[in-house]
């Protein structure tokens, strides 16, 4: 009697890995294995179940048919294990493995690495990828574990909570402001050089926010990049609308028109509702939502006064 093909759990973490990225030199990293092993894997879990998981094209892996409702079901496992191992083991052992998360270059190096001495002294056995490049990250496809954004997504299996409000002003080098005409009220603010993000590749539309404080406003530099910006700022190449969190830090620069521009945004954490129930993912979120809230004056700056 022939034997019926079987696999076994580590088979669906290798194939959860490239379903969620697509790439096997990615899963490999994620894994620490190699890309020959998770190929193999891959191959060796079709075989088992005689069904088609992956397209291979130039591209990628791109999931069949029955990988995405494979995928549900993978993912069902895989959150019972995490929920197993969770209960079995005690204390910090249960919080471990790779966490990456996808956060605004503001918020990752201005406020979120701040925190990181803090984060591994109390979870050496959760390591932290941080992409700060949000354009190239899927949710949807689980390219990141837990997404910090400015918009929200309005649909879809997704945990979303909201982190903080934050407020922005405009800004500019003491040395600039002395040595240029005053900004006396908003009218003023187009007769002078301003620094912004490049139009076409604003990610969000929150930052869109030049034409929120005056229609007239032409930047004569523009970065996809906020440490860019606050460097140009600080350099004396003009004005800049910056968060409070950020340009607080600073003291040769100096708030324009404080009583008059007061922008406000949010941050959202969001993950997928899957991953909300691992342990390493939910150590993460709480952590971060701990960290934003005793941090609120920062966050809210000028407002709060």
């Not at 899963?27 to 020959?36: E, F, G, K, P």
């Not at 405009?170 to 139009?199: K, W």
């Not at 032409?218 to 800049?240: D, M, V």
């Not at 607080?248 to 100096?254: F, T």
Request: hydrophobic share 40%; charged share 20%.
């Amino acid at each position: 009697m022939k034997t019926a093909p079987h696999f076994t759990w580590d088979d669906l973490q290798f194939f959860l890995a490239v379903a969620r990225t697509g790439q096997l030199s990615t899963a490999a990293r994620q894994l620490r294995t190699s890309h020959a092993t998770v190929s193999r894997r891959i191959d060796r879990l079709e075989f088992a179940l005689q069904v088609k998981l992956f397209e291979r094209n130039p591209r990628g892996y791109m999931l069949t048919g029955m990988g995405q409702r494979f995928v549900d079901t993978a993912e069902r496992m895989e959150q019972e294990t995490e929920r197993l191992r969770s209960d079995l083991t005690a204390g910090s052992a249960a919080q471990r493995g790779v966490v990456r998360i996808s956060a605004p270059e503001g918020f990752s190096n201005f406020f979120f690495t701040t925190m990181l001495s803090d984060f591994t002294a109390r979870y050496p056995n959760i390591s932290l990828e941080l992409v700060t490049i949000q354009q190239i990250m899927s949710l949807s496809r689980k390219e990141a574990d837990i997404v910090v954004v400015l918009d929200p997504p309005k649909a879809g299996p997704y945990f979303t909570e909201k982190l903080t409000d934050y407020h922005l002003q405009v800004y500019g080098s003491r040395d600039y402001l002395a040595t240029h005409p005053p900004v006396e009220s908003r009218d003023d603010l187009p007769e002078h050089a301003f620094i912004g993000y490049i139009e076409d590749m604003i990610f969000a539309p929150g930052l869109d926010y030049l034409g929120d404080i005056h229609p007239r406003i032409r930047p004569q530099f523009q970065s996809s990049s906020i440490f860019a910006q606050l460097t140009a700022t600080k350099n004396g190449l003009g004005l800049c609308v910056l968060p409070f969190f950020i340009a607080s830090r600073h003291p040769d620069l100096q708030m324009v028109l404080p009583d008059e521009v007061d922008l406000k945004r949010h941050y959202w954490i969001t993950c997928h509702r899957d991953l909300r129930q691992s342990p390493r993912v939910r150590t993460v979120i709480d952590f971060l939502v701990d960290a934003v809230h005793s941090n609120a004056p920062a966050f809210l700056g000028h407002a709060s006064a």
